[in-house]
């Protein structure tokens, strides 16, 4: 399921439009993988949700302007899991230049961090 990657220095995959990055595969984190890309869609409002707060909380609203969740959501783009942090990116986001991380729990029962990096 998971293939080197020369240019990334990590193992990824690729299932339900999700792309998952690893040091090191095994049965365990492709069962993961499996059960995260079942879960994301579904999942994927209350994560637009917790951005929308955490930017909010953090004073960036006005530099983004008034969003919706559903339209952050359709902004994010094509994810990016990492299943050795438990951290979401997206790497090709369409509100600006920046990468957005979000640090989850379980199998995305929870949102813990965001940050934005770049």
């Given at each position: 399921?998971?293939?080197y990657?020369?240019?990334?220095?990590?193992?990824l995959?690729?299932?339900n439009?999700?792309?998952?990055?690893?040091?090191?595969?095994?049965?365990?984190?492709?069962?993961?993988?499996?059960r995260?890309?079942?879960?994301?869609?579904?999942?994927?409002?209350?994560?637009?949700?917790f951005?929308?707060?955490?930017?909010?909380?953090?004073?960036?609203?006005?530099?983004?302007?008034?969003?919706?969740?559903?339209?952050l959501a359709?902004?994010?783009?094509?994810?990016?899991?990492?299943?050795?942090?438990?951290?979401v990116?997206?790497?090709e986001?369409?509100?600006?230049g920046?990468?957005?991380?979000v640090?989850?729990?379980?199998?995305l029962?929870?949102?813990?961090?965001?940050?934005?990096?770049?």
């Amino acid at each position: 399921m998971f293939k080197y990657s020369e240019e990334d220095s990590a193992y990824l995959a690729e299932l339900n439009g999700i792309e998952f990055i690893c040091e090191e595969p095994s049965g365990e984190l492709e069962e993961l993988a499996k059960r995260l890309a079942k879960r994301y869609e579904e999942r994927l409002p209350a994560l637009a949700d917790f951005i929308l707060e955490e930017m909010e909380a953090d004073g960036l609203i006005p530099a983004y302007g008034p969003l919706s969740a559903k339209e952050l959501a359709a902004a994010l783009g094509k994810p990016q899991i990492d299943l050795d942090q438990s951290a979401v990116h997206y790497l090709e986001q369409t509100l600006d230049g920046h990468i957005f991380d979000v640090e989850f729990a379980g199998d995305l029962e929870e949102f813990l961090i965001f940050t934005i990096d770049g």
